[in-house]
Structures are given as structure tokens and as C-alpha cells.
């Protein structure tokens, strides 16, 4: 169990669930052309997993001082496992996913796409040792990473397969995608900062310049605000230009995550403890959760 802890396996099923109803929900229902079986799509989610549980081994392995001051209840490194063996699993995952990366892009007969898997191992190994402590940057490139993880299945079962015949469909699978990993990005970010309010104490000794070490917890949460308030914006102008006619959808998204989301910018209002920050980053996932999940509903739109 303490290695399932330490790859954030609950992180990990979650990408695996994304990527399902990407194949399955959205795919397969609009009639896409696509190029990887189930063993190589398989294959390409397992990739996936690797690299991120390894980002997840690398970020615990720079951070041990800092979470012994934001959640020593649940530093592993150096207490159940060994930094030595933690980052054995990193190579070995790391290894893992880039070579099934690379044969999966010879199997598709693109090559070159397997230089998205070494660019999101380098990301997420610069994330964890140098860009994490720099202003926004950290918050932002983890964010893109995120989304890439959305992005990655069109990438791999989509783009190979655009024919002439086929480009509408396959360009309007790619752009629902699309949307969903913007929406991952804007509400991850969102978390990001959120999360640095909560970890400002060990950030501080720890010698990173967060947005919460910058301008402060109360200028922070007023910026969280806002980018929540930009976010249900965002999505109710998303709903009126493309659900307007599906209701399923639309009621879906009103209640299950312009809902949450109005209630997250509430609770964000006035803010200033650190169980206030919890329960906003909860609600977030909470709402990404909800969001991924109405993925499958798209069948349901009427193709124009």
C-alpha cells in the first residue's frame, strides 16, 4: 500500500478513467476513425500511468523537507520507503512509459510522436527539482501536463487516421477534446494555487516563491476567485454556444458543475484558513471529477 501511496494511485486511476471515456464515450459513439486496438490502447494508458507515477515519485522525492512541515502524517520517503529504492521506481517507470512510447509511435508508423512521452517525463523531472518554486510557472506546467494527458489519446488514435473523407468527424471529436482539456487546465491551475495557500508554511523554509509567498493568503484568494468566477463564465458561455440544443448536457452541466463551481467561488469569497483551503481544493476535484464524467453524454449531441 505504501507504494501505491507514493505513486498517488488514486491520481492514476482517474487519468485511466479520463482516457476510457475518451476512447469509449467519445470515440467509438461519433463514429471517429481511429487506429489503436484494445492492446494498444491499452498500452498507450499503462505509458501514461508510468510517466505520471513517476512525476508523482520524483516531486515526494524534492519535497521530503517541506511536506515534514505541511503533512508529515504522510511523508513516506525516508520513513517507509527508502529514497534509493523511490528513485529506482522512478527510472524504471520513467523507462517503462518512453519505451512504450516509442513503439507505440512506430506502430502507428509516426515516429516523432514519441518525443511527447520524453518531453512529458523532462516537464514533469523540471517540475519537481526546479520550476515548482517559481512564480506561477510551477502552477502552469502542471497544468499543460494535465491536459496533455486528454490530448495524448487523440493524438495517438486520432490524427493518424484523418483522411480526406473524415476530417469533419475527426476534427470534431478532437476539438470536444479539446475543450475538456482546456477546462482541466483552467480548473488544475486553479487548484495549484489553491494548494499553495495550504502549503505556504513549508514553501517558506523550503524556499519557493509561490503566488501565496508573493502577494500574500488574502490577495491569493481574491485571485482564486476571480479565475473561478472567469471559469463559470467560461463554461455557461460554452453551454449557450454548443448545448443550447442537447438537454441532457446542458441540465448535466448546470447542476453537476456550474453548480459546484458557483459554490466553490462562494466558499472562496472570504476564505483565510487552512481547512477553508482544503475544502476549496476538494470541491475542485470534486468538480473536475464531475466534469470528466459527462464525456460519455456527448453521444448525445446531434452532430451538425
Not at 36 to 65: H, K
Not at 133 to 159: R, W
Request: aromatic share 14%; hydrophobic share 55%.
Amino acid at each position: 500500500m505504501k507504494y501505491l501511496n507514493l505513486i498517488r494511485y488514486q491520481n492514476l486511476l482517474f487519468i485511466a478513467l479520463v482516457q476510457g471515456f475518451i476512447k469509449h464515450g467519445l470515440f467509438k459513439p461519433f463514429g471517429a476513425a481511429t487506429v489503436l486496438d484494445a492492446f494498444n490502447f491499452t498500452l498507450l494508458v499503462f505509458a501514461t500511468l508510468c510517466i505520471a507515477a513517476a512525476g508523482n515519485i520524483i516531486n515526494d522525492i524534492y519535497d521530503v523537507e517541506i511536506d515534514k512541515i505541511n503533512k508529515p502524517n504522510k511523508v513516506l520517503i525516508g520513513k517507509k520507503i527508502s529514497e534509493r529504492n523511490a528513485n529506482q521506481l522512478f527510472i524504471i517507470l520513467n523507462i517503462t512509459g518512453v519505451a512504450i512510447g516509442f513503439y507505440l509511435s512506430n506502430r502507428i508508423q509516426q515516429p516523432s510522436f514519441a518525443a511527447l512521452f520524453v518531453a512529458i517525463s523532462a516537464l514533469l523531472y523540471l517540475y519537481a527539482t526546479y520550476l515548482k518554486g517559481i512564480l506561477l510557472l510551477g502552477n502552469i506546467t502542471i497544468s499543460i501536463l494535465v491536459a496533455m494527458s486528454l490530448i495524448i489519446v487523440p493524438i495517438f488514435d486520432l490524427l493518424p487516421a484523418i483522411t480526406q473523407h473524415n476530417q469533419t468527424i475527426q476534427s470534431t471529436v478532437f476539438t470536444i477534446v479539446l475543450h475538456y482539456a482546456l477546462f482541466a487546465f483552467f480548473i488544475n491551475l486553479i487548484r495549484e494555487i489553491v494548494k499553495d495557500l495550504q502549503d505556504i508554511n513549508g514553501d517558506k523554509k523550503g524556499g519557493k516563491n509561490t503566488l501565496a509567498i508573493a502577494i500574500g493568503r488574502k490577495r491569493t484568494i481574491t485571485i482564486v476567485f476571480i479565475l473561478g468566477v472567469l471559469l463559470v463564465f467560461g463554461i455557461v458561455f460554452y453551454m449557450y454556444e454548443n448545448l443550447y440544443n442537447t438537454q441532457i448536457l446542458l441540465l448535466y452541466f448546470l447542476f453537476a458543475i456550474v453548480g459546484p463551481l458557483l459554490y466553490f467561488c462562494i466558499k472562496a469569497w472570504d476564505a483565510e484558513t487552512p481547512k477553508q483551503y482544503t475544502f476549496l481544493s476538494i470541491l475542485l476535484k470534486i468538480s473536475m471529477f464531475l466534469g470528466i464524467c459527462s464525456i460519455p453524454l456527448f453521444q448525445f449531441v446531434i452532430l451538425k
